[in-house]
């Protein structure tokens, strides 16, 4: 009798935990804004295909630019849009000798209509990329500009830093010989940094809540979906 | 009891984490994308070996589309096709390649195996996105020997 009340009461405290563990995961979900509330422009515009332009690199490290280049086409493809690819792009802005986006940026959008078809054009500012502990601080800065009267339809500043330490999460339980080898490893992770993989978390962070294009399923159903702030400052494991 | 109250709860977080991909990327490892990996290393190396790599990577990727759309990404056939058309492709291709690789497309002539099939890739790129057609199209007619 008493075993069975026992058991009762610690089925009790589980269920109880478990929701409380689902509330508290909800609540850490809920959103500020709504997509539509953020970019009602890109809900008006409606652009499907964009083309994207090689990032205007502010930094001594000239590696950013490709790495961040090589893997922005595959958060905006997976929301929905038809992305030039950035490689063509590229190869034909460095016979145009235009590989500089710098220059395109003030121009006006329209010629990007009239050259690629695009609807919408992506610049995107790298205005830091440094290695910081066991990670890679960066500030970026993202526009897409409509090809048809130069408005700006998205626009978020990002204050990034990418924790790339392989265990930085992980408690350490081996002492101080543990410890030793949890930074050496650290350190050989930051040396080798996979820095694919760093433009990668930047590129899938930042596109995360853009309104969805013609090809996903949530096309123009999304308005009430949650949204970030445009200007943030985050930790990104 | 516990045990299934468990695996509701998890598979309740779970479900609303999950992201379904819209198209096939030749799968992905620590989060980043075969395709990414590969034209990463192709920007990053310039090598022989890297280009023979990115070429059967884009055939993989054109053979198995997947993901809720099913069909091929955007942008692939294009970046496909332009890669086949360049005379050093097929030249990478024919000295550097493995037999494996070689397997995948079983050609003896390589230089004109591959333009044909890089001019097919374009095409199919339009066919398949006509929004390209405005950028591809000239691309397609300047490309052509």
Same mark, same amino acid.
């Given at each position: 009798? /008493? #075993?069975?009340?026992?058991? !009762?009461?610690? %089925?009790? $405290? *589980?269920?109880?935990?478990?929701? &409380?563990?689902?509330?508290?995961?909800?609540?850490?979900?809920?959103?500020?804004?709504?997509?539509?509330?953020?970019?009602?422009?890109?809900?008006?515009?409606?652009?499907?295909?964009?083309?994207?332009?090689?990032?205007?690199?502010?930094?001594?490290?000239?590696?950013?630019?490709?790495?961040?280049?090589?893997?922005?086409?595959?958060?905006?493809?997976?929301?929905?849009?038809? /992305? #030039?690819?950035?490689?063509? !792009?590229?190869? %034909?802005? $460095? *016979?145009?000798?235009?590989?500089? &986006?710098?220059?395109?940026?003030?121009?006006?959008?329209?010629?990007?209509?009239?050259?690629?078809?695009?609807?919408?054009?992506?610049?995107?500012?790298?205005?830091?990329?440094?290695?910081?502990?066991?990670?890679?601080?960066?500030?970026?800065?993202?526009?897409?500009?409509?090809?048809?009267?130069?408005?700006?339809?998205?626009?978020?500043?990002?204050?990034?830093?990418?924790?790339?330490?392989?265990?930085?999460?992980?408690?350490?339980?081996?002492?101080?010989?543990?410890?030793?080898?949890?930074?050496?490893?650290?350190?050989?992770?930051?040396?080798?940094?996979?820095?694919?993989?760093?433009?990668?978390?930047?590129?899938?962070?930042?596109?995360?809540?853009?309104?969805?294009?013609?090809?996903?399923?949530?096309?123009?159903?999304?308005?009430?979906?949650?949204?970030?702030?445009?200007?943030?400052?985050?930790?990104?494991? | 009891?516990?045990?299934?109250?468990?695996?509701?709860?998890?598979?309740?977080?779970?479900?609303?984490?999950?992201?379904?991909?819209?198209?096939?990327?030749?799968?992905?490892?620590?989060?980043?994308?075969?395709?990414?990996?590969?034209?990463?290393?192709?920007?990053?190396?310039?090598?022989?070996?890297?280009?023979?790599?990115?070429?059967?990577?884009?055939?993989?990727?054109?053979?198995?589309?997947?993901?809720?759309?099913?069909?091929?990404?955007?942008?692939?056939?294009?970046?496909?096709?332009?890669?086949?058309?360049?005379?050093?492709?097929?030249?990478?291709?024919?000295?550097?390649?493995?037999?494996?690789?070689?397997?995948?497309?079983?050609?003896?002539?390589?230089?004109?195996?591959?333009?044909?099939?890089?001019?097919?890739?374009?095409?199919?790129?339009?066919?398949?996105?006509?929004?390209?057609?405005?950028?591809?199209?000239?691309?397609?007619?300047?490309?052509?020997?």
């Amino acid at each position: 009798m /008493v #075993i069975g009340y026992q058991k !009762t009461v610690k %089925m009790k $405290k *589980a269920i109880y935990t478990i929701l &409380a563990a689902v509330a508290l995961f909800l609540s850490s979900c809920s959103p500020e804004y709504t997509r539509l509330e953020q970019y009602p422009g890109m809900y008006e515009a409606k652009p499907v295909t964009l083309v994207v332009m090689p990032p205007i690199n502010n930094t001594s490290n000239v590696d950013a630019k490709e790495l961040l280049y090589t893997s922005i086409s595959y958060p905006l493809v997976e929301a929905g849009y038809y /992305v #030039i690819s950035p490689h063509l !792009t590229m190869e %034909m802005l $460095k *016979a145009e000798s235009g590989y500089d &986006a710098e220059m395109l940026f003030e121009r006006d959008a329209a010629i990007f209509a009239q050259v690629f078809g695009a609807d919408a054009v992506v610049f995107s500012v790298i205005d830091e990329w440094a290695k910081k502990g066991f990670g890679i601080q960066t500030k970026l800065h993202y526009i897409i500009k409509s090809t048809k009267d130069n408005s700006i339809l998205f626009e978020r500043t990002c204050d990034l830093y990418l924790d790339l330490s392989s265990n930085s999460n992980s408690s350490n339980n081996g002492g101080l010989f543990g410890a030793l080898v949890d930074l050496t490893a650290s350190a050989v992770n930051t040396a080798v940094t996979k820095p694919i993989e760093a433009a990668r978390k930047c590129n899938r962070y930042i596109f995360s809540d853009i309104p969805r294009g013609k090809y996903h399923p949530d096309f123009m159903n999304d308005g009430e979906t949650g949204a970030s702030k445009k200007d943030i400052s985050v930790t990104v494991k | 009891m516990k045990k299934l109250l468990f695996i509701m709860a998890a598979g309740c977080l779970l479900c609303s984490c999950g992201t379904t991909q819209l198209y096939n990327w030749g799968g992905t490892y620590n989060g980043t994308t075969s395709y990414e990996q590969r034209l990463y290393a192709f920007y990053d190396r310039q090598s022989p070996e890297s280009v023979c790599a990115l070429v059967c990577q884009y055939a993989d990727m054109v053979a198995k589309p997947g993901g809720v759309r099913n069909v091929v990404p955007p942008g692939i056939y294009a970046e496909y096709g332009y890669l086949l058309i360049q005379p050093e492709t097929a030249e990478a291709f024919e000295k550097h390649a493995t037999d494996k690789q070689k397997r995948m497309f079983g050609y003896t002539n390589y230089s004109t195996s591959f333009y044909e099939l890089g001019l097919a890739m374009l095409q199919k790129e339009i066919e398949l996105y006509p929004e390209s057609q405005k950028f591809i199209g000239p691309l397609v007619e300047r490309l052509k020997r």
